[in-house]
Nanobody, 116 residues
Framework: QVHFVESGGGVAHPGGSLRLSCQGS?????????MGWHRQVPGKRRELVAQLSASGETRYIESVKGRFTISRDDAKNTLYLQMHDLKPEDTAVYYC?????????WGQGTQVAVST
């Protein structure tokens, strides 16, 4: 069964930076898959904010372009999301999963809180 473990969240001030990590488990290969970072705020739908294809193509939603960078370490089977210039509206629980369709099993996510 595919299983993801997200980490790296925390509290940041506006303008600060955080780097999120997502470790894949089992025989699932992050480098061979299109993967994404999703985020969810309580009461709102989960949204896909960035994705990285197996060939290295990246896509971002408009609100994070120029601030977030998705990448991976093939040897570690790990996906990253480097976040700079954080804004209060980036506050959410962040998850990694395939973009579409996501696996049914989501990890526990990692909380990002941007606050003064």
């Amino acid at each position: 069964q595919v299983h993801f473990v997200e980490s790296g969240g925390g509290v940041a001030h506006p303008g600060g930076s955080l780097r999120l990590s997502c470790q894949g488990s089992g025989e699932f290969s992050i480098p061979l898959s299109t993967m994404g970072w999703h985020r969810q705020v309580p009461g709102k739908r989960r949204e896909l904010v960035a994705q990285l294809s197996a060939s290295g193509e990246t896509r971002y939603i408009e609100s994070v372009k120029g601030r977030f960078t998705i990448s991976r370490d093939d040897a570690k089977n790990t996906l990253y999301l480097q976040m700079h210039d954080l804004k209060p509206e980036d506050t959410a629980v962040y998850y990694c999963n395939r973009p579409v369709p996501p696996f049914d099993a989501w990890g526990q996510g990692t909380q990002v809180a941007v606050s003064t």
